[in-house]
């Protein structure tokens, strides 16, 4: 079988590895049908994050081909859908609704683990981390769907940390695809005023059609002070941080408002938080890697059902053979985010 290879900084390759086998007897084997690139996968690409030399990819939706003797929930032909964490969905973790922190769990792509940019991939636990998609589900929904794996679940979880809800004034920082799904969770939630922060016309059409009813374009300082002046000196409600970085984290606490909150999935790179300030203003900060497992019953039937469609954030799409390309295009901020065929 064919799949995607991380080398190094800068060097993704497509090659022929060996097709996976069940290992465990909780294991199934999947023939993947829709992946993706993840702007977490740049991370390693631009050389800002550590990943040994192998698979790599976190996002599936595809067939099951082959299943272990104890998986009970599962069969030959179904159609399934995987959170980019595996786990079982049964240690206290997961059972606490924080499925990501998985005692026996681990991520794709890492620490020797199959990668989900090829054409097969073996999932552990099958029966706790592979959520069944109707068989009559059209195929037009299906990468809607596969955002189910990452990015729809992980805006969710920004604007669950936040603490979203109806009548809210919320400011999402990044407009990559997870910000873009942030602003769509936080509609989705009841959310009166979302405030996407971008400058890129391709992204603000997205975040407008999912939601964003302000659009801010400046950065820094700047960015704090034109927040300021649309809430009356006030400040937001709510904080979606989906960038990680020191500036970004700068530019949220500059935003809030005392009291609010800070829902945070970003991967953060050299970020101190501000602890005095958060506990003169009683700023609360909350979040991390999405469960993504525990979200996907919850979010698949609003995607089936037509009231939410997050497949926009998808702006290329793009032959396995070709996922090199895919990652410079992202890379460049050509591509929002890359769908990838096997």
Known sequence: MRAGIFYKKGDIRVEEVPDPKIIDPTDAIIRITYSCICGSDL???RGLSKHETGR??????GIVEEVGDEVKKLKVGDIVVAPFAWCDMSCPACKNGISSACWHGGLWGMNHT???QGEKARAPFADGCLFVIPKKTDKALMPALLTLSDVMCTGHHAAVS?????????????DGAVGLCAVLASKRLGAKRIILMSRHQKRTDVGKKFGATDIISERGEKSVIKIKELTDGIGVDCILECVGTKSSWEMAFGMIRAGGKIGYVGVP?????????????????NGGV??????????????LSGKIDPSPVFDLTIPLDKLPDGYKAMDEHKAIKVLVRP
């Open 114 to 116: 199959d990668g989900c």
């Open 43 to 45: 991370w390693y690409y």
């Open 162 to 174: 936040a603490g979203v809800s109806k009548e809210k004034t919320v400011a999402v920082i990044g």
């Open 290 to 303: 999405a469960p993504a497992a525990n979200y996907i019953s919850e979010l698949m039937p609003d995607i």
């Open 56 to 61: 790599i990819g976190h996002e599936m939706l």
């Open 269 to 285: 790179h050299d970020v101190e938080l501000p602890i005095p300030d958060m506990f003169r203003r009683n700023i609360g900060v």
